[in-house]
């Protein structure tokens, strides 16, 4: 019973875990609902103005243009999932 017990509350993790991976909206889709100005990135002040820190803003421009694009935030979740470890 012990046993079942264990590998029934390892399943409910593991398929919760992949209902949370499976529910993030892909960067594209990100970047394209907080473009407000419609140039297929997001600038600062679009990054800001909702409620955003400007800190991580500097941290995911990786060109320091100015602009976050969805390659630039697919990158910097792919970082922050293997500094996560997963």
């Known amino acids: ?13 593991l398929a919760a875990a992949g209902a949370a991976s499976a529910q993030m909206p892909a960067p594209a889709d990100m970047i394209k609902s907080w473009d407000k100005n419609g140039d297929g990135a ?3 002040d679009e990054w800001t103005a909702a409620g955003r820190p400007a800190e991580r803003f500097d941290i995911i421009d ?20 293997q500094r996560n470890g997963g």
């Open 1 to 13: 019973m012990r046993t079942f017990i264990i590998f029934a509350a390892t399943v409910v993790v």
């Open 62 to 81: 990786a060109n320091k243009d100015g602009k976050i694009t969805a390659a630039e935030l697919e990158a910097a979740m792919a970082a922050m999932r």
């Open 42 to 44: 997001v600038t600062r």
